[in-house]
């Protein structure tokens, strides 16, 4: 069926949001390849893609590399390979005097997502099977961009001149993950007009679960999905929060330039939580780890308007030595798989993700969709 057919068709919708984190996107995808081997099971279809499940598909940064994969109809394995063989040359320094902009080259991240989502595909195009969102920081504008390939969206009409669906697929792919210090923005003509663009991460997305939720179902973004406990599934999957706690810190540690290097991390961490807290007062959470001692898991918690508007798991961990040794991980050093960048780290971030995945993904959390 078409696009526009899909999204009108009857029945239950499924929504996967995937959050930014650099290379730590290894870790969602062995969530991911553990959930597509359990639906295959489920539905009895060997073959069964995550595409061919999910009717939206959505993410920031590497998240929006992995869903735009997935949209396209590819396997997990095909996507965790070329993370595992492209990770090192996405990553390819900065010359000493751009550094002082930002820390790598964006020509050989161009080409590899030029190489894996096709040089000549369009949002709009007929090979992306599910409804698709990609978070992106318009900098030009100072504004927040949630650009869908939805046909129906205000700015995806074929006939205005700054139609959304003719943008190049990877230009926004390669927008979404310009993290500012590490990759320069990605300049984008809309129209007759360019813009620059950033990672969507610097906006209150990198988690974009309740936006997803939110243009699914409200009004102005004319998808007109029903809002209902067993009517919707959203899925989140994160790619392991980095908080870390220290006891020894003084008011003199933070300086100017402790400010200026954490406060951006900071602020990702808590819009991630209260994303996340969204998802779970508003609908019916099936599965996710504590969010802290005071409100705990939330599985079970009343509704604040009194009724569960979808069905919500989400899928994520702390990566701290306490956590990779209740994994039976204790040999994997924390500060070697924390950082966005850490490119020599594959191996040990895809280990890690198995042993999430294995503990937190069953197939009893999609029963009823």
């Not at 040089?119 to 090979?127: K, R, W």
């Not at 870390?244 to 990702?268: C, K, M, R, T």
């Not at 961990?317 to 490119?343: E, N, W, Y």
Request: charged share 20%.
């Amino acid at each position: 069926m078409t696009l526009t057919e899909r999204i009108g068709a009857p029945g239950p919708k499924r929504i996967l949001s995937l959050d930014g984190g650099g290379i730590r996107g290894l870790i969602s995808l062995q969530v991911l390849k553990r959930m597509e081997r359990l639906l295959r099971e489920a539905t009895l279809n060997p073959r069964l893609r995550l595409a061919d499940w999910f009717d939206f598909l959505g993410g920031t940064s590497t998240g929006g590399i992995i869903a735009a994969c997935l949209a396209l109809g590819m396997e997990v394995r095909q996507i965790e390979e070329f993370y595992s063989r492209c990770a090192r040359e996405m990553f390819r320094r900065a010359s000493l005097v751009e550094r002082l902009w930002y820390r790598y080259e964006k020509d050989p991240l161009s080409r590899k997502l030029q190489e894996i989502l096709g040089e000549d595909t369009t949002l709009g195009s007929e090979q992306i099977g599910t409804l698709l969102l990609l978070m992106v920081r318009n900098a030009t504008t100072d504004s927040t961009w949630p650009i869908s390939n939805n046909p129906r969206a205000l700015y995806n009409d074929l006939a205005r001149a700054n139609c959304n669906l003719r943008l190049p697929l990877w230009q926004l792919v390669r927008a979404s993950t310009a993290a500012p210090s590490y990759f320069p923005a990605e300049r984008i003509r809309v129209g007759a007009r360019p813009f620059l663009f950033q990672d969507g991460g610097v906006t209150p997305f990198n988690s974009p679960a309740f936006q997803m939720f939110l243009m699914a179902t409200a009004g102005p973004y004319r998808v007109g999905w029903e809002a209902e406990r067993d009517s919707l599934l959203v899925v989140s999957v994160g790619t392991g929060s980095t908080e870390s706690p220290d006891a020894s810190l003084s008011v003199f540690d933070l300086d100017l330039a402790s400010v200026a290097s954490n406060v951006p991390q900071a602020l990702i961490a808590g819009m991630q939580t209260h994303t996340d807290m969204l998802c779970r007062l508003f609908g019916d959470c099936r599965f996710g780890l504590p969010l802290d001692h005071e409100v705990g898991d939330l599985i079970g918690a009343g509704a604040p308007g009194g009724r569960k508007l979808f069905s919500y798991l989400r899928y994520d961990a702390g990566l701290t030595a306490q956590t990779l040794a209740a994994l039976g991980l204790a040999h994997i050093p924390v500060d070697r798989i924390r950082p966005m960048d850490s490119v020599d780290s594959v191996a040990e971030l895809a280990e890690v993700g198995q042993a999430i995945a294995g503990v937190q993904v069953h197939a009893d959390h999609f029963a009823g969709f």
